[in-house]
Each structure stands twice: as C-alpha cells, then as structure tokens.
C-alpha cells in the first residue's frame, strides 16, 4: 500500500497563477483533508471531506477550492496563488477524525 | 473547541523518559485526546490516543488523570531519532473540523 500520495512535490508558481494539488489514498478511507503548514508552525486545516460527494470548510479556506473526485482522491485549487499561501501543503484521510494518515506533503512557492 | 497549551520547546538526553505535558482545561466530555510526531520535511504521525487512565503502545503511553484537564505522553528511552515536534490535539473524534495542531513541542534529544 502506497498510503497517501501527494504530487507535485515541490511547485514554484507566479502570483496569479492557478494550479491544482493531487492528492490520492489506498486505504479506503471515508475522510479526507488539506492542511497548510507555515514555517515554524503547526498545520492549519483548509478544508475537509467527510466522505465521497461533500466537502467543508476548515480554519482557513480563503483563496482554495476543493474537489473530492472519487473516495480515493481529493484535490485542492489555487485559483490566483498570492505570496501568502507559500507554504508546504499536506493531504491526510482517516477513518476516525483523529488518527489521521498523512502524505509527504507538497512545498509550494509563490513569486 | 478545546484550547490546547504545551511547551515549545524541550531538550534530553541518550536513554532518558521524555514526558511532555498538555494543559486542556475546557475539555469537553465528548472529546479525546491525540499525540502526533512530526520529522523535518514530513507529515504528522499518529502516536497515541486516549479518553481517560492511562494507554499504552509500542511507542508511548498517555497518562490522564480523572479530571481530564491535562495529558502526558511518555516516551521511555529516547533516541536521536526521537527528536522531533510533538502536537498535543483535543476534540471529538467524530467530528472532522476538530483538528487544531497548535505550534507543537519541538524536542531535541543529544548524545
């Protein structure tokens, strides 16, 4: 088992530039999520999916979108990247909300 | 959403217990508590979790004691790999928008 999978792993992108964070799970986990880690910081949670069809809000959704494409994958967009979301970018899924799985983690900068 | 207060930073030694401590004083009755490790340029790791007593894994043990309104994990003998951020996390294990990592422990452990 393959766990998380996160691509790309590194991404340098110019402000207004748009891209899109795969994000994939072979464990067949209901739930799903994007973090955000700034340097020296904890992670802050952008959005989630409970399960295949929704997706909420977390503690810091401005600026993102989320898609939950199927149970196995979740993507996150940055429609018009901004020097403040430079930051490395973590998917994690999860049966229980607390014992979460995480991927390798996606170190984005923005110019 | 319970509030979560730990030291920033501890340092050990070669072979000693390490035990960090997690000050949550509005801890609700529904709420647990979560221990990840996080490495340099990784995602969290799920380590340890509990409601009350005590639990204990291959890794670490969780001491709560009856009023719930702080945690220690324990980590017997550490290593040099075991330096690392350690996060402290409360809430309900079924609730998805629970997961606020805070800033985390930072311990460094020397020869």
């Known amino acids: 088992n393959a766990g998380v999978t996160q691509t790309p792993k590194f991404q340098v992108l110019k402000t207004g530039q748009s891209m899109t964070l795969q994000c994939a799970q072979d464990?067949?986990?209901?739930?799903m999520y994007w973090y955000r880690q700034d340097p020296g910081m904890g992670l802050r949670l952008i959005y989630y999916?409970?399960?295949?069809?929704?997706?909420d809000k977390g503690e810091v959704p401005n600026g993102y979108n989320v898609s939950r494409l199927n149970k196995r994958e979740f993507s996150l967009r940055l429609e018009s990247a901004a020097p403040s979301q430079t930051s490395v970018y973590f998917c994690?899924?999860?049966?229980?909300?607390?014992?979460?799985?995480f991927g390798p983690g996606t170190r984005l900068t923005v110019l | 959403l319970a509030k979560t207060t730990q030291p920033i930073s501890m340092d050990s030694y070669e072979g000693q217990e390490v035990n960090i401590t997690c000050s949550h004083n509005?801890?609700?009755?529904?709420?647990?508590i979560t221990w990840y490790q996080q490495f340099p340029s990784q995602g969290p790791r799920f380590i340890i979790q509990?409601?009350?007593t005590k639990v204990t894994n291959e890794v670490a043990s969780l001491f709560i004691p009856a009023d719930r309104k702080s945690s220690t994990l324990s980590l017997p003998r550490v290593s040099l790999s075991d330096t690392a951020v350690y996060y402290c996390?409360?809430?309900?294990?079924?609730?998805?928008?629970?997961?606020?990592f805070g800033a985390g422990t930072r311990l460094t452990v020397k020869p």
């Open positions: 996390l409360v809430g309900d294990i079924m609730g998805n928008n629970d997961m606020r």
């Open positions: 994690a899924s999860s049966v229980l909300a607390h014992e979460q799985f």
């Open positions: 999916s409970a399960s295949e069809g929704t997706t």
């Open positions: 509005n801890i609700a009755t529904n709420d647990y």
């Open positions: 509990g409601y009350k």
């Open positions: 464990m067949n986990h209901n739930s």
